[in-house]
């Protein structure tokens, strides 16, 4: 059999995708077939998320499926990957444009590669450190953050934000990023004197965007700033998309190198969720002068495209400060901090903060307790917090079919105040409100334990129980939630905002709070692509808190189950967790790590 063949029973057998094999039989000939399979391997990563193909991965291992055993075997065993992609038209160094690139023994998509290439000039060779008054800074920072005894990493974080053009700002949740960005940007504010600011709030879905503007907002109230300081302040942040002025239906961006952003100060929130493409985009819409400041959480997942920017980035967090930044950030907070001479991306080190205090979970809060053990992989920790006696998380088992059903009791009771809220025809706000307050939460897209059943399982039982009454021949009802899954700036409606379907004395319309606060609403066939949202996948619930989280895991091993998704999941929590999930899986997913492939910090090292 050809290369040809072995990859096309490869997509019958679904162990690439049919996009994959024409990728590579569009780049490489019949007879490459080294060339082929790489090219096949390289476009199914890419969709796995992964940015580049290292070539020690060109090989076969015990969890290699059968199809791709045989196109292995086609070519034998001593194959010099490197000689035969360098000897293809289709592969370059990047000097001439190809549609691959071959550079470090790491196999690229040319898009990725100049992607990850532009991200990485951004966070090195462009950021540079900024000029200031020492003394002004020191009094400025000590008036809003106050004298510190022990290392205060807010204070400290605001520091390396206020001397830097980029500053990344890593914490879990309570950890105060929003807070640190209200008081340095009112810090940069009252350092700028007469001179007005340009500031910008920006974060990746409208739920993030939205909750961005309110606690930024709650923050800024708490300060002591002059009306006109007050009004530098932007009264909303936007999505990415918005910010950068996606055009419906294209990939044109109104925002790029040849027009930039009208900003001086850009605030980016829930980083973790910028994919490569996206940051790239970003950064060639920058005005040369800007200031960045991204906020997130390293350990949360990462992007749904391809790249994990922010935690191969953070990854240097936790190495700390070189010695002279150590001493020129203790002498503007006031706190003792200690740096090393390791040399290793120092640049990159500098430029970076992790906040380690929170402030919202106690050490009697059992979701704070679980968030720590399963960040650290920390089986034994997980068995000792869920047997002890804290009052905000439950663990119950999802085996039998009497506890499926006792679980699909426990979501309708969980969504009570909600069901009650939109019969008493309450505002609309107030039913958003309601919504936002309890949410399940999966690991799965399909499957009885996923989001495409759980979502008919539970409209079946809302509607025997006569809480719901369906449309005639549709799938609209009154009090259906809904979750945009594409954008359409047209609207102002993006993938991931949450909408509720009410009659409101108008027919049905489907209402939405936008990232201003205000509430808007839209006829059900205006929307954009959308799904029911009684349940959600854990990656949409990024940029999202609920009072009550509900996290089910399947009954069966998969491979999305992973630490990152178990410890977002119980993030989203405000004050209770409820986890459906057998302990053995549990225990398998917190030792297993989501790996994205880059080579972001083999450049980060060699800068």
């Not at 890419?46 to 290699?64: I, N, Q, W, Y």
């Not at 879990?172 to 810090?187: C, D, E, I, R």
């Not at 940069?188 to 879905?205: C, D, F, H, S, Y």
């Amino acid at each position: 059999m050809t290369m040809q063949q072995l990859l096309l029973e490869a997509v019958e057998q679904r162990v690439l995708r049919r996009l994959d094999a024409q990728f590579a039989m569009m780049v490489a000939s019949d007879d490459e077939p080294a060339v082929m399979l790489a090219a096949a391997l390289l476009s199914r990563d890419a969709g796995e998320g992964h940015v580049c193909l290292p070539l020690s991965r060109l090989t076969v291992d015990d969890k290699t499926a059968a199809p791709l055993q045989a196109c292995f075997a086609l070519l034998g065993d001593a194959v010099d990957w490197a000689h035969e992609l360098r000897r293809s038209p289709a592969v370059s160094t990047g000097d001439i444009p190809s549609p691959l690139i071959l550079c470090a023994e790491r196999l690229y998509l040319n898009r990725m590669w100049r992607n990850e290439r532009a991200v990485a000039r951004f966070f090195t060779d462009i950021n540079q450190p900024l000029p200031y008054d020492a003394e002004q800074l020191r009094q400025t920072l000590n008036a809003l953050f106050g004298d510190a005894e022990s290392v205060n990493w807010q204070k400290v974080a605001a520091a390396v934000a206020l001397t830097r053009r980029i500053a990344v700002i890593s914490g879990g949740p309570g950890t105060g990023k929003t807070t640190t960005v209200a008081k340095l940007l009112a810090a940069l504010i009252q350092m700028q004197g007469e001179q007005k600011v340009r500031i910008r709030l920006a974060a990746p879905t409208g739920k993030a965007a939205a909750r961005l503007t309110e606690s930024l907002g709650g923050a800024l109230q708490k300060l002591g700033l002059t009306d006109d300081q007050r009004k530098l302040f932007p009264s909303e942040a936007s999505t990415l998309h918005r910010l950068l002025g996606a055009q419906p239906g294209s990939q044109r961006l109104r925002y790029h190198a040849g027009n930039p952003l009208h900003l001086d100060v850009l605030v980016v929130d829930e980083a973790s969720m910028i994919d490569l493409t996206m940051m790239s985009r970003l950064i060639d819409a920058l005005p040369p002068h800007a200031r960045v400041i991204f906020l997130g959480d390293r350990d949360q997942l990462a992007s749904v495209e391809a790249g994990a920017v922010l935690g191969d980035i953070c990854h240097y967090a936790s190495q700390g400060y070189t010695a002279q930044r150590a001493h020129e950030l203790s002498q503007l907070t006031g706190c003792v901090i200690e740096g090393n001479n390791d040399a290793l991306a120092g640049a990159l080190r500098d430029s970076l903060c992790l906040l380690q205090q929170s402030y919202r979970f106690g050490s009697d809060s059992g979701i704070g307790q679980l968030a720590a053990v399963v960040n650290r992989g920390d089986r034994q920790g997980i068995r000792a917090v869920l047997s002890g006696a804290f009052e905000d998380i439950e663990k119950k088992q999802l085996q039998t079919g009497e506890e499926y059903l006792a679980m699909l009791n426990d979501a309708l009771q969980g969504y009570q105040r909600f069901l009650l809220s939109v019969q008493q025809h309450d505002a609309p706000e107030a039913v958003i409100a309601a919504f936002g307050e309890y949410q399940l939460l999966c690991a799965l897209r399909e499957g009885p334990f996923g989001v495409k059943g759980l979502n008919e399982r539970l409209e079946q039982t809302l509607a025997q129980r006569r809480k719901i009454v369906r449309q005639p021949h549709s799938r609209w009802y009154e009090g259906r939630p809904v979750m945009i899954s594409r954008n359409d700036s047209a609207l102002g409606l993006f993938n991931g905002d949450i909408g509720i379907a009410l009659d409101r004395g108008q027919g049905l319309r489907v209402w939405f709070q936008m990232p201003d606060g205000s509430v808007k609403s839209f006829l059900p066939g205006r929307l954009p692509e959308h799904e029911t949202a009684w349940a959600m996948t854990v990656h949409k619930s990024q940029g999202s808190e609920f009072d009550h989280a509900v996290l089910i895991l399947p009954a069966q091993l998969s491979p999305v189950v992973t630490r990152e998704l178990v410890y977002t999941a119980i993030t989203r929590a405000r004050s209770r967790l409820s986890l459906y999930a057998d302990d053995r899986l549990l225990a398998q997913a917190v030792t297993t790590r989501t790996e994205r492939r880059s080579g972001l910090s083999a450049i980060f090292e060699s800068a």
